[in-house]
């Protein structure tokens, strides 16, 4: 039997991304499992064109493709579009299994919904078997850590990858139970809307632009 | 009042020109100022998630292109209406990098809005954004997608009327006129 190939797909334009962290714990989990694995960036494709040709030839060969995307204005951000609009006309060379995984900075991880729908509506217009969707919210929390190391915090988000990675290293779609898994929140709204508003104003603080954080630069008149 | 037309114009094949003149007409008639904002004119780099806009120059893109002329006309519209290819259910990747562009019009800080947390605006809220897509294929789960997306932005952004078109090439000339009529004739009877 031929080694198995999983090409994880970045959808986040940042490049110390939340989504990056869910890639490579994908990548590096199928590795371990004796997959043949790769994570290569859509936004880095669409800017760098000479990238292209090998996503492009990836995407065509590979045994699953994962995408790991944040929610940009309820949907993929423009660059993952792009980039989508794209590989939708690259025909596999065998039959491919895709998954996506979509974070929000929001505790609700239902607002990655019509994320998700964009995602498979794409599978199936590219050809490609469906094999779920992982809706994640609050995922700021993580601040580009290491999944292995928010245990404690989302014990359940660990979980939830773990059932994952066992369902794709068997060929399987991911169980609706293991995408209603990590749906769950891990703290309050408010608590979380509480920790975001801090972060927030630390941030600005830093760049001295505390007292501007309410400014409307284009208020009429 | 202001309308503002975001217009992804660079898929020839999509019949969305006369939808836009049946639009502007139908506006302007009504007494609504239209500015109509082609993709094919503006030169804008996708959002890169930086949250400058946020933190270190507070409503305002750090990057100096038309991303910041969109994010202007859009804060001093009261009536939003896209004009798209639909993409798997959502807006082109040209309309969204536009689009994506809409962050510094909120406020980074957090408020509850029908049970969920949104941001606050940083900007009176839309009456109407309204989505008129085009299909070249008739997909009816993208177009119901493309439909709950609309409700979605609606909500982020507090808006009185959600609504959605999706065309099709089986939709003639004047199907199409008569939709955009009746959409129209929802704004006009708005409080």
């Known amino acids: ?221 | 009042m202001h309308a503002l037309i975001l217009y992804d114009d660079g898929r020839p094949e999509a019949a969305l020109d006369p939808v836009e003149a049946v639009l502007t007409e139908r506006l302007q008639a009504a007494g609504w100022t239209v500015e109509t904002l082609r993709t094919s004119a503006l030169s804008i780099r996708p959002c890169v998630g930086c949250f400058t806009c946020w933190t270190r120059t507070p409503g305002e893109c750090g990057m100096d292109d038309d991303a910041r002329t969109y994010a202007k006309a859009h804060a001093r519209s009261q009536l939003f209406v896209v004009l798209t290819p639909v993409s798997f259910g959502g807006y082109s990747g040209r309309t969204k990098t536009a689009l994506d562009h809409i962050v510094p019009n909120i406020f980074p800080t957090i408020t509850l809005r029908k049970g969920e947390v949104h941001h606050p605006l940083r900007y009176p809220a839309l009456r109407g954004w309204l989505n008129i897509g085009w299909q070249p294929v008739p997909d009816a789960a993208c177009a119901e997608t493309f439909a709950a997306l609309n409700v979605r932005n609606g909500l982020n952004g507090d808006v009185k009327l959600s609504d959605t078109l999706v065309f099709t090439p089986a939709d003639n000339a004047a199907a199409r006129t008569a939709a955009v009529h009746a959409l129209l004739q929802k704004v006009e009877a708005l409080p």
């Open chain 1, 1 to 221: 039997m031929s080694t198995r190939t999983f090409l994880a797909l970045v959808g986040s334009p940042r490049a110390h991304a939340t989504s990056q962290v869910f890639a490579r714990y994908f990548a590096d989990q199928l590795a371990a499992r004796g997959w043949q694995t790769e994570v290569l960036s859509l936004a880095g494709a669409i800017r760098k064109p000479e990238g292209w040709p090998a996503l492009a030839e990836r995407f065509r060969d590979a045994d699953t493709v994962g995408l790991c995307t944040p929610l940009y204005v309820d949907s993929l951000p423009a660059e993952a579009t792009l980039a989508l609009e794209r590989l939708v006309d690259v025909a596999p060379t065998r039959p491919q299994g895709f998954f996506a995984l979509v974070n929000c900075g929001f505790p609700e991880a239902a607002q990655n919904d019509t994320a998700l729908a964009i995602c498979r509506h794409f599978a199936r217009q590219a050809g490609r078997t469906w094999l779920g969707g992982l809706a994640l919210g609050g995922g700021g929390a993580l601040a580009g850590q290491q999944v292995e190391k928010t245990r404690g915090m989302m014990p359940h988000l660990c979980a939830a990858l773990e059932q994952a990675v066992a369902a794709l290293d068997t060929g399987e779609a991911i169980p609706a139970a293991t995408q209603a898994l990590i749906r769950r929140p891990f703290c309050p709204p408010r608590v979380y809307a509480l920790m975001a508003d801090v972060g927030m104003f630390q941030d600005a603080a830093k760049h001295g632009a505390l007292w501007r954080i309410f400014a409307r630069p284009y208020a009429a008149g």
